[in-house]
């Protein structure tokens, strides 16, 4: 059996994403258990990983600290073993050098780049940036298998991550201009918006994830 670890740092989309990863690991042929845990010992020994997030990047990365041995313990298992992981949200976010949302945050630094509020230009597009938004997907990646190009997924956010690497980038989508929705670096995903709220796409996606081997 394969177990997915969903870190538990008081997120508030945690029991929405929780929900989601069930449903989908009951469609799996393989036994998938998902254990929503702030535990270092089943972080570390996780097959997958799985980091959720909504609000502020400073607030979220302050958060994660606040685990004892949580970020060391995710680390031993995706940058070190190699296990898959997703960031959702602001758990892609957290990916990122540094967050400059109320001031410059350090982040995990795993996807090299920084997180910016959105630029938009046109008075009649809102911040927060919340809705429906098709994908323009870039490349043969699996997280998006059985996705067409130009699928809708559901977002809602005020800050995007923009990649030192254009390469990263596994998906684009666009609130006044294009922004990374997705982004992929080797055994390391995350996506802008929130698969347990994006209906059959979004469980497609995390089904994807949990047969992934990057």
């Given at each position: ?103 410059e945050t ?64 596994a998906a ?43």
């Open positions: 059996m394969q177990t997915v670890a969903l870190i538990d740092y008081g997120s508030g989309n945690l029991p929405s994403a929780d929900k989601a990863l069930r449903k989908a690991a009951a469609s799996l042929s393989t036994p998938t258990a998902v254990v929503v845990t702030d535990d270092p010992e089943v972080i570390a020994r996780a097959d997958r990983v799985v980091l959720p997030g909504v609000g502020a990047f400073a607030a979220c990365m302050t958060a994660l600290q606040a685990r004892p041995g949580v970020i060391e313990a995710m680390g031993e298992a995706v940058t070190k073993r190699g296990a898959p992981f997703l960031g959702i949200c602001v758990g892609m976010q957290l990916l990122a050098t540094r967050g400059l949302e109320f001031g350090a982040g995990l630094a795993w996807v090299g780049g920084d997180v910016k509020r959105m630029e938009i230009p046109e008075p009649t597009l809102k911040i927060p940036h919340m809705g429906w938004n098709g994908l323009d997907t870039v490349g043969n990646t699996p997280l998006f298998a059985g996705l067409n190009s130009g699928v809708h997924m559901y977002f809602t956010h005020s800050y995007v991550l923009v990649p030192e690497r254009e390469t990263d980038v684009w989508t666009e609130h006044g201009g294009a922004f990374a929705a997705a982004v992929v670096r080797g055994n390391i995903a995350g996506v802008q918006f929130h698969p347990e709220k994006s209906q059959g796409a979004g469980a497609k996606l995390l089904g994807n994830f949990l047969n992934w081997r990057p």
